[in-house]
């Protein structure tokens, strides 16, 4: 069984669609895929007619989640929430919150680019972003094409969209532990992703991860591309004192990272218990 718990489509900062995310996903060899698309269920319905039009013998199945972007002491983090039920109220208008904030933040940023001296405009990133839950990737994608940045990667320097860089704003981020209740109360099941990605800007103290196990969650992404050894061994640990599962995935962006899908994987056992403690949906096709 090879499980891979968190990946983007175009519906939000992935360059897949949602159907060709469950082709990739197929050809890459899993049997399990999670479509967790940044404060989005948009990609879930194409994504679902997919898997189900899979021809007899490629079965994959599929874990419709999300991604919900955090912020507490002021460091932004991200939830991971698979299979909560996307029309439980208090859990929608949160995700909604956040993406119409993304808007007005992505403008900010755009300004921000333009007065350090980019060519790059708010109809570009549009353009770039489709209809997907915008962000600084987009934002990124515009910089590269502008010939300011050589890589989306590079982008995310002190320069440019690097969190507290010189053009980055903020947007609307949920409290962790109000997130993992709003999970929860939906029905679903919260994994904190990637807690120790160190590149991305300050992560959050072990404490927060204690206190956000208090509240209810569930798991703790441990192998990850964004985590050296020295990370893992530590998160290994605290999820085995806090009584956390520990979940490995890609976190595949189609073109905009270099990871690849199933590069990073989940025990089966353990998906099986994420599994059980949902009740807000159900895993699809299979
Ligand atoms: P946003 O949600 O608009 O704040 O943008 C955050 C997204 O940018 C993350 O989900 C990643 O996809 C991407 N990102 C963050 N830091 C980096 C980095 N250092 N290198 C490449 N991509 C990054
Ligand atoms: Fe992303
Ligand atoms: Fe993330
Ligand atoms: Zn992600």
């Given amino acids: 069984m090879r499980i891979d718990l968190h990946a983007h489509s175009n519906a939000s ?24 698309d940044h404060d989005t269920v948009a990609g879930h319905a194409e994504a679902a007619e997919a898997v189900h039009a899979l021809p007899a013998g490629s079965r994959l199945t599929l874990v419709p989640g999300a991604e919900l972007s955090c912020v507490v ?25 956040v993406r119409t904030d993304r808007f007005r933040r992505g403008r900010a940023i755009v300004e921000r680019c333009r007065d350090l001296g980019a060519d790059v405009s708010w ?68 994994v904190f992703a990637h807690p120790g990605a160190v590149k991305r800007g300050r992560t959050v103290p072990d404490q927060v991860i204690a206190d956000l196990a208090a509240a209810g969650l569930a798991a703790l992404e441990v192998d990850h591309t964004d985590h050296d050894e020295a990370a893992r061994e530590h998160l290994r640990t605290l ?18 990272k270099t990871v690849r899908l199933g590069e990073h994987t989940t025990d089966p056992a353990v998906y099986e218990a994420l599994v059980a403690q949902a009740t807000g949906a159900k895993p699809i096709g299979g």
Avoid: C
């Fill in 73 to 97: 002491e002021g460091i932004s983090m991200h939830l991971l929430a698979y299979l909560f039920d996307p029309a439980e109220p208090a859990f929608a208008q949160e995700r909604e919150l």
């Fill in 13 to 36: 900062d992935g360059t897949d669609s949602p159907a060709e995310l469950v082709a990739a996903a197929v050809a890459a060899g899993l049997d399990v895929v999670a479509l967790t």
């Fill in 123 to 190: 109809e570009q990133v549009q353009r770039i972003a489709g209809a997907g839950s915008v962000g600084r990737p987009h934002i990124a994608s515009a910089l590269v094409e502008a010939g300011v940045v050589a890589t989306v990667s590079d982008a995310f320097s002190p320069e440019w969209l690097a969190n507290g860089g010189r053009a980055d704003v903020r947007k609307h981020e949920t409290d962790p532990v109000e997130a993992v209740r709003l999970v929860r109360a939906a029905g679903g099941v919260p």
């Fill in 239 to 256: 999820a085995g004192d806090l009584g956390l599962l520990v979940t490995g995935s890609s976190d595949y962006h189609g073109a905009r």
